[in-house]
């Protein structure tokens, strides 16, 4: 790798501009000095051999992590017993390294879930040594559990996390869904958090949940998928041969139960929730999994999609007025090409195409396909599962969480898919795996300038021969070395830790953003950088994938060796531009511009 080469950086503020709307746009004028030898823009440029040098290795128990994850009994007799947990990256005491919580639940399940976790608690059932969320502190790249310390490791039904500081005092807090009450543990900035009474305990099945400023207020609101009513009637068990696949009697469901309604919240400020005030959503009461906040029609303001199972997908865009229009049906992300409900479980979004709008990745269940909707424009989205690829290579997989990261380091989006299956009986009887090796398609935009994907299974690494039944993938730089790392959860087993050991292509820029007036955690700023011939965006936000919270610092690779303008518009509408930026670590922050910076 050589010796890194140091810079000095010059900085200062010029105003350039006020558009007629009124906000302000300022300019970093960053002047980068050579320490020692030039930088070689020939070498940056050579991108074309990243995707042949991929090497995911599984590493969970090498650096610390011990979790087994619990989800029900073997036989998943229950729909309650199919869907998993997912986890959170989040650097809850601002040391710089990612720490991790992964949610847990109960090894046995009734058909009244918080009733089961009522009597554990009250000593009734024998006291599993599992039970309860863990959480690991990273120390430089080896973890500790401080799951009791840190006053986390709470016992519920639990399935999915939103990170988000939902107070605006500069430290993240936690938001776990589960069946029974929801949770906020708000981050006291002392190591430890605090259970809180937030107004959005809702006691229903929540699957994954999501931050975002609708109303512009600078707080972070929140809104949380329903998946099954499971007050509506008796669920039906395995033996009672109601339900069955392929021959094979499973559990029964979602279809021919009752769905539930969504819940939108708003931030009344200090980390206080009440419903959204007149918010129609989810009427027809669907399956939801996962969800998103993506500004798909690029006016500055988040949209919601929800990921449903077995009915069509919700969009929603963001009206003037704050309101929420029902976009589902006329986006064309509602259901596949041929106008079919598909069962949406995971999804994520980029831009990997390089047209500058953030398009969908959507997994569902097997022998179906996971769907790409590529987006052509204020929110009006077109099916190229087919002519990409996903449709004839996700078929043979039941999807879970998706995730587009760059995964060699070469300036385009790849896709990672998650998969495992949710009825084991068909494992039992040898006519289907319960455990399914996850995929990895790698873009070929950077080499060939078009965008199209293949799929590299196991020829990424030892990491993808470790199989489960998966179903979150969580994305951090959890060592620092500036490529992305995958954590995935496995149901009823310990997760997979997989370590990008790869060499990435390119040289790496890692963004920090300190939100201010638009929220603390940034979530809806967008970060454009030019870089050579090529021009990236990326938009930063809490939930992606399934049930799972992400790395928030933005990891953006320099096809130019530098980046030669990187643009930064906050959520409120204000702009920083810095240029002649080098590789390295940025700390930038929404009024004072840029506070820090780390060489590589």
């Not at 300019?27 to 995911?56: F, P, W, Y």
């Not at 059932?125 to 500790?144: P, T, V, Y």
């Not at 499971?230 to 769905?259: K, Q, S, T």
């Not at 303008?565 to 702009?575: A, K, P």
């Amino acid at each position: 790798m050589g010796k890194p080469r140091q810079y000095l950086i010059l900085a200062g503020w010029k105003k350039v501009g006020q558009s007629r709307c009124g906000p302000r746009v300022y300019r970093l004028m960053v002047a980068i000095v050579l320490m020692s030898s030039g930088l070689n823009n020939a070498s940056a440029l050579s991108a074309t051999s990243g995707q042949d040098h991929v090497n995911l290795i599984a590493v969970t128990e090498d650096v610390g992590i011990s979790f087994m994850h619990l989800y029900g009994g073997p036989e998943k007799g229950f729909i309650m017993e199919m869907a998993g947990s997912g986890g959170a990256w989040l650097d809850y005491d601002l040391d710089g390294w990612m720490d991790l919580l992964l949610v847990n639940s109960l090894p046995v399940v009734t058909p009244d879930p918080p009733a089961t976790v009522d009597a554990y608690l009250r000593g009734e059932l024998e006291h599993w040594d599992d039970a309860g969320h863990r959480f690991f502190r990273n120390g430089g790249g080896q973890f500790e559990e401080v799951s009791i310390a840190a006053g986390l490791r709470d016992v519920t039904w639990g399935n999915g996390v939103a990170v988000g500081d939902v107070d605006n005092d500069g430290f993240p807090d936690i938001y776990i869904t589960a069946i029974g009450p929801n949770k906020l543990y708000r981050n006291n900035g002392d190591g430890t958090f605090s259970l809180w009474p937030s107004g959005a305990e809702d006691p229903r099945w929540g699957t994954s949940a999501v931050f975002t400023d609708w109303d512009d207020d600078g707080w972070l609101d929140l809104y949380v998928a329903h998946y099954v009513d499971i007050d509506a009637e008796r669920i039906p068990a395995l033996g009672d041969n109601a339900c069955f696949y392929r021959g094979i009697e499973v559990h029964c469901g979602p279809e021919g139960l009752v769905g539930d309604v969504d819940a939108f919240y708003r931030n009344t400020g200090e980390g206080s929730f009440v419903p959204w005030p007149d918010a129609e959503i989810d009427v027809d009461k669907t399956f939801g999994l996962a969800l998103l906040a993506t500004d798909c029609d690029g006016d500055n303001q988040p949209d919601l999609y929800v990921a449903t199972d077995s009915t069509m997908n919700l969009l929603y865009r963001h009206e003037p007025d704050h309101a929420l229009l029902d976009w589902s049906l006329i986006s064309g992300s509602g259901f596949s090409s041929s106008g079919r409900e598909q069962a949406g479980m995971g999804v994520t979004s980029a831009d990997y195409d390089g047209d500058g709008d953030f398009d969908l990745f959507v997994t569902n269940f097997q022998h179906d396909y996971n769907t790409l909707y590529r987006n052509m424009g204020e929110c009006i989205f077109d099916d190229a599962s087919e002519q990409l690829g996903f449709a004839v290579t996700s078929r043979a997989y039941m999807g879970w969480a998706p995730q587009f990261l760059d995964i060699d380091g070469d300036g385009d989006q790849d896709v990672f898919v998650a998969n495992g299956h949710v009825y084991p009986q068909m494992s039992f009887e040898g006519l289907e795996p319960w455990e399914q090796r996850n995929l990895l398609y790698v873009n070929e935009i950077a080499q060939t300038g078009e965008a199209k994907f293949h799929e590299m299974g196991e020829d990424a690494g030892p990491g993808m021969d470790d199989l489960g039944s998966s179903r979150a993938v969580l994305l951090a730089d959890y060592d620092n070395d500036a490529d992305l790392d995958l954590l995935i959860t496995n149901i009823s087993r310990s997760p997979t830790l997989l370590q990008n050991a790869g060499e990435m292509a390119l040289p790496a820029l890692r963004l920090s953003l300190i939100g201010r007036s638009g929220n603390r955690s940034a979530y809806g700023a967008k970060v454009v950088v030019d870089s050579g011939d090529t021009s990236q965006i990326f938009e930063l936000r809490g939930s992606d994938g399934y049930a799972g919270s992400n790395d928030p610092r933005l990891l953006i690779y320099l096809p130019g060796g530098v980046a030669d303008r990187l643009q930064v518009t906050w959520r409120n509408g204000e702009v920083t531009t810095l240029e002649q930026i080098a590789p390295g670590w940025l700390l930038l922050d929404e009024q004072r511009g840029l506070i820090a910076r780390k060489e590589p």
